[in-house]
């Protein structure tokens, strides 16, 4: 039992950073837990942009070429 919550935190941040990771916002280094922002992270940090949308807009963007 964890009275504390600590190990439900934990989880918690796992998932959030797995799925941030996955949307390609955020980049995450399991081996080091370091955690690095993308452009991408940023823009929909700064314009309250939520996960699924800027998913959905990242899938629709075509490389520059």
Do not use: W
Request: aromatic content about 8%.
């Amino acid at each position: 039992m964890d009275p504390s919550g600590h190990l439900i935190l934990l989880q918690k941040v796992t998932e959030c950073v797995e799925r941030l990771n996955r949307a390609r916002l955020i980049r995450y280094n399991k081996t080091t837990e370091q955690v690095y922002s993308t452009d991408m992270g940023r823009i929909a940090s700064n314009y309250y942009i939520n996960v699924e949308t800027m998913a959905s807009f990242m899938s629709n963007l075509k490389p520059h070429t």
